[in-house]
């Protein structure tokens, strides 16, 4: 009796064993590309319209001061990040008499015909694409002026990629 049941039991955890291994199926895979062009937008620079130092009235003082806030923005939708430079000059055609000066901060020298570096961003990883800078400008009016109306345009230049990269 001992042998059927040992037979009983070794047969029922064989078959216990045989039903608990998995049927081998076969793998299946499947594959996708997916793809995308993405093209680079335009390098833009839009400057505060009109700078105006209002009237002044020569006095006995030696010259006036007059500060007025502007701003310029830098939009940069190329994708390449390779950077850009602005300059400013002040146009050779004004009615503008040259004993008075307009200084812009970020500018070494008083604004003239020869164009200065004002702002840039170096080539990077990234940066924000669009970018605004504030400047203070400074009109100095000797009194040795002529009583009149006066106007010059400030001319910004924005060139790809900054000087030396």
Not at 3 to 11: A, D, E, L, Y
Not at 19 to 41: F, H, N
Request: charged share 20%.
């Amino acid at each position: 009796m001992k042998r059927v049941i040992m037979s009983g039991v070794t047969g029922i955890l064989l078959g216990t064993m045989l039903v608990a291994m998995p049927a081998q199926a076969d793998v299946l895979e499947g594959e996708t590309v997916a793809k995308t062009t993405v093209e680079g937008g335009e390098l833009l620079i839009s400057a505060t319209d009109e700078i105006n130092f209002g009237t002044l009235t020569l006095d006995g003082t030696a010259s006036k001061t007059i500060k007025k806030p502007g701003e310029i923005t830098v939009t940069d939708y190329r994708g390449s990040y390779v950077g850009w430079d602005v300059s400013l000059a002040k146009a050779t055609v004004a009615t503008w008499d040259d004993a008075m000066t307009i200084d812009i901060s970020s500018v070494s020298n008083a604004v003239n015909t020869a164009s200065q570096p004002f702002a840039s961003q170096a080539k990077a990883d990234s940066y924000e694409l669009v970018q605004d800078k504030s400047f203070e400008a400074t009109l100095n009016v000797p009194n040795s002026v002529k009583a009149a109306t006066y106007s010059t345009t400030l001319k910004w230049t924005l060139t790809s990629g900054p000087e030396g990269n």
